[in-house]
């Protein structure tokens, strides 16, 4: 797992430049990540990740079943739950509540909808001042551009796979 992207922050403080600006050597980002390790209290971290991942989740089932109850289909209420989630999760990342949340929740605020939503709109909030084009635009998908890639590239190719399959049966 390439660590980089987790400890950008303490690199960006440590070191006063982006991760993608900085070239370290291997015993620089050793220490980098063995001082970000420390002092974790994993036994009071589990539960919070546990109990604020389960809140989102709670929230999710909640606004879905509302809108079932308003007699929207279970695909259509899927759908504006996770829109939902998603908006309120980029909302609060852009009122610099996400973060302060996270910090206490830890872990459990990457709940895959509402921690995908946060990992596209903290980067573009950090590189607004370099520009719309070449801030904003270019750094947007610095953190979830691999997972947009590899679950695009990985999609088509069972897609391939499962076509293949149906022809030959």
């Not at 509302?66 to 504006?80: I, W």
């Not at 909302?91 to 509402?114: C, D, E, R």
């Not at 573009?124 to 084009?133: D, H, S």
Request: proline share 4%; aromatic share 12%; charged share 10%.
């Amino acid at each position: 797992m390439n660590i980089k992207p987790l400890l950008a922050h303490n690199i960006r403080k440590r070191y006063g430049v982006s991760f993608m600006e900085i070239n370290m050597t291997k015993t620089q980002y050793s220490d980098l990540y063995r001082s970000a390790a420390e002092g974790s209290k994993w036994w009071i971290n589990v539960p919070k990740a546990f109990v604020s991942g389960g809140l989102i989740c709670i929230l999710g089932q909640g606004i879905f079943d509302a809108f079932s109850a308003l007699g929207l289909t279970e695909d259509n209420s899927a759908t504006v739950a996770s829109v939902i989630l998603v908006f309120l999760s980029a909302l609060l990342t852009g009122l610099g509540i996400y973060p302060k949340i996270a910090k206490q929740a830890g872990a459990g605020t990457l709940v895959p909808i509402t921690g995908f939503a946060n990992s596209v709109c903290a980067p573009a909030l950090e590189f607004k001042a370099e520009g719309f084009i070449t801030g904003l635009g270019a750094k947007i998908f610095i953190i979830s551009g691999p997972v947009i890639l590899y679950g695009t590239l990985a999609s088509v190719i069972y897609g391939l796979i499962y076509y293949v399959g149906t022809l030959l049966t």
